[in-house]
């Protein structure tokens, strides 16, 4: 045998061996597809078996209302005596629930704290003033929590006291100091 005819049949070997591995390969794609096809119907026959049932639940219900209230009209139209009517009623009438009471929490409530402004910039007789007015008048008044009076306080700065406090929380927040 030729050299030119060995050379041949192995090229034509590998040719074909590489037809079967992709064969195989478009089988097992296939088979793969076919799996998931397989499995999303299954889903959508489930799927669908529910809608039956809540359908078949629906309708049901519609039933039994039509019935309860062709049964309720003809118990109304006086066939039946007063006491066997006022018994058929009940049959139909249920309590409201009963209300369950929550306890609360004794908690102040929020009440809205109209502050004066305090500028910074008047005398020190001027800040006495506002601050015994703040603290003394309606911090106490309104029995202000410790740890709000200074946030609250300082809401109502304005002008050069609203600087001087926003240049000290800046300075406190860079030495790593604890908020006042």
Known sequence: MSSHSRHSNESEGKSIKSLLE???QDIQALSYRQLQHETQLKERDAQFALIQDEWKMVKERDEYTKSKKSSHASSSRGNESFGEQSLRINEYYQQPP???????????????VDLPYFHGKENVEAYLDWEMKVEEQLFSCHRVSE???VPLATLSFQGNAMYWWTALERDRCLHKDPPI
Do not use: D, L
Request: aromatic share 0%.
């Open 147 to 149: 740890e709000r009076k």
């Open 98 to 112: 009963r209300r369950v009471r929550k306890e609360r929490k004794e908690s102040p409530k929020e009440v809205r």
């Open 22 to 24: 992709k064969i195989a």
